[in-house]
């Protein structure tokens, strides 16, 4: 898979986003549900455009989550170095607690380790997220500090991992940068 292409889950797909997204994202930024545990503070239609909708690529990039067709969420990775970076995550408050999240990020880790070699991805969920919290342990995270209200977590692949498809299956995963409700 090339940058730029879907990236397919069994429950979800990511698909890069674009100009064309920037209604949809600009409204779910805007309300307190969609961005509780996303900094806190409803966000405006341009500084939505500026970072959500492919203007940073390949630096950083962006994708809605989709179920069934239907945009449920926002993903991105965003790279740290050569082999490692992080991952963030939302999901419309009527997708939590369906599975899709920890199927979204199995997907981005996917790609990330199977197709752009990285080592190493992180996730930083708000503490006090339990759900999120749970959801990248159930995509492989682990914790591996707890900074103030934000908890540290990394998934690292295997020595010698080539083209991932299920990561689960693996024992000492660890990850960073993340949002997942």
Not at 11 to 21: I, W
Not at 81 to 90: F, N, R, S, Y
Request: with cysteine; proline share 5%.
């Amino acid at each position: 898979m090339t940058e730029g292409a879907a990236l397919d889950g069994v429950l979800s797909r990511l698909v890069p986003t674009t100009e064309a997204d920037v209604d949809l994202l600009a409204a779910w930024f805007a309300s307190p549900d969609f961005v509780e545990h996303w900094g806190g503070v409803p966000l405006s239609r341009d500084e939505v455009a500026e970072k959500y909708v492919g203007r940073r690529r390949p630096r950083v990039e962006s994708f809605l989550v989709l179920a069934q067709g239907t945009p449920v969420g926002y993903a991105q990775y965003w790279h740290a170095g050569a082999a490692e970076g992080g991952i963030d995550l939302v999901l419309v408050p009527e997708a939590r607690g369906r599975a899709l999240g920890p199927d979204a990020a199995r997907a981005l880790l996917a790609h990330l380790g199977g197709n752009l070699g990285w080592r190493r991805v992180t996730v930083d969920p708000v503490r006090a997220n339990v759900r999120a919290v749970r959801a990248w342990e159930k995509a492989g995270f682990r914790q591996v500090s707890c900074e103030a209200e934000n908890l540290l977590m990394e998934f690292t692949f295997p020595e010698g991992h080539e083209g991932h498809e299920g990561h689960e299956g693996h024992e000492g995963h660890e990850g960073h940068e993340g949002h997942e409700g």
